[in-house]
Nanobody
Framework: QVQLVESGGGMVRPGESLTLSCTAS????????LGWYRQRSGIHRQWIAT???????NVINSLEDRFVISRDVAKNTIYLQMNNLKPEDTARYFC?????????WGQGTQVNVSS
């Protein structure tokens, strides 16, 4: 079973940038596309970005101007670069396969955007 560990969250001010990381316990890109999900207070967990086995990226329309997903295959790691952060980006961010596997959810990493 693949273990996924998210990191890089924290407290930031509006307009700042932050990059999250998700590292898998073994090589994954030969078998899975991976993606980022987030859960805001009172809102269902939502898919926001994918990077496929072949490296193609897709970001939800509402965030595509500010968020970038990328990967380092050798490190079994995907990244989410978040630019010009806004208070509404406050959420817990998770990675998983796309479509998600219910057994792969980790602890996520919390991002708080406020003044």
């Amino acid at each position: 079973q693949v273990q996924l560990v998210e990191s890089g969250g924290g407290m930031v001010r509006p307009g700042e940038s932050l990059t999250l990381s998700c590292t898998a316990s073994r090589p994954v890109f030969s078998a899975y596309g991976l993606g980022w999900y987030r859960q805001r207070s009172g809102i269902h967990r939502q898919w926001i970005a994918t990077i496929t086995q072949g490296g193609t990226t897709n970001v939800i329309n509402s965030l595509e101007d500010r968020f970038v997903i990328s990967r380092d295959v050798a490190k079994n790691t995907i990244y989410l670069q978040m630019n010009n952060l806004k208070p509404e980006d406050t959420a817990r961010y998770f990675c998983n396969t796309v479509p998600f596997n219910k057994d792969y959810w980790g602890q996520g990493t919390q991002v708080n955007v406020s003044s």
